[in-house]
């Protein structure tokens, strides 16, 4: 069983930045992909970003896209997201997953929640003045 910890969410004022931390222990260790979601009160969970584990392409969501940056240290098995110019639509908690696989070639991690087997506790983000 992998265990998911995110840090580094909290109250932003509007227009600032935010660093989100996930670290994953536990075995295996093993997944293809890894990554962030978000739901907000009322809506489905959304794909922030994933990283695949075998070259490291990305995708992100169409909401964060161009002031989000997702990035992982796989020697420490974490994984980071910086997300800039926050609005109070970021508002939401952060859910840290990773995909178990089998391994992918030709396309990038996938943007459909249910194909991630393990979820972190999540971090709540909340975009306010």
């Known amino acids: 069983q992998v265990q998911l910890v995110e840090s580094g969410g909290g109250l932003v004022q509007p227009g600032g930045s935010l660093r989100l931390s996930c670290v994953a222990s536990g075995s295996p260790l093993d997944y293809v992909a890894i990554g962030w979601f978000r739901q907000a009160p009322g809506k489905e969970r959304e794909l922030v970003s994933c990283?695949?584990?075998?070259?490291?392409?990305?995708r992100y969501g169409d909401s964060v896209k161009g002031r989000s940056t997702i990035s992982r240290d796989n020697a420490r098995n974490m994984v980071f997201l910086q997300m800039n110019s926050l609005t109070s639509e970021d508002t939401a908690v952060y859910y840290c997953?990773?995909?178990?696989?089998?391994?992918?070639?030709?396309?990038?991690?996938?943007?459909?929640?249910?194909?991630?087997?393990?979820w972190g506790q999540g971090t709540q983000v909340t975009v306010s003045s």
């Open positions: 997953v990773t995909d178990q696989g089998p391994p992918f070639e030709g396309r990038l991690c996938s943007s459909r929640p249910w194909e991630y087997e393990n």
């Open positions: 990283i695949s584990i075998r070259d490291a392409s990305r």
